[in-house]
């Protein structure tokens, strides 16, 4: 059964950071897209950052590209997200995801595998 345990959300003022975790069970993170999306009240799911399987390319949404960064350690199969300069459009309940090797990246639909989520909020 896959599982993933996310962790490190919570309330930081803008320009602040976070790290979020995501630890998996079930699975292996280095043979799967590993994504990150975000949903905040009233809006549609997005697409964050995803790093796929094997070589480990990264893709960013515009929104994320150069203030969050995506990793994994493999050897606690563990995905993480570090977002520095975060802004209250960043709030939103973050979601790391597993998908295979077909399908994009950036498509909801095309992962099968999601964790609980985990809450950011951006307020001073």
């Known amino acids: 059964q896959v599982q993933f345990v996310e962790s490190g959300g919570g309330l930081v003022q803008p320009g602040g950071s976070l790290r979020l975790s995501c630890a998996a069970s079930g699975l292996t993170v280095s043979g799967k897209t590993m994504g990150w999306f975000r949903q905040a009240p009233g809006k549609e799911r997005e697409f964050v950052a995803a790093i796929t399987w094997s070589i480990g390319t990264r893709y960013y949404a515009d929104s994320a590209l150069g203030r969050f960064t995506i990793s994994r350690d493999n050897a606690k199969n563990t995905v993480l997200l570090q977002m520095n300069s975060l802004n209250p459009e960043d709030t939103a309940v973050y979601y790391c995801?597993?998908?295979?090797?077909?399908?994009?990246?950036?498509?909801?639909?095309?992962?099968?595998?999601w964790g609980q989520g985990a809450q950011v909020t951006v307020s001073s």
């Open positions: 995801a597993a998908k295979g090797s077909l399908g994009h990246y950036g498509r909801p639909d095309d992962y099968s595998y």
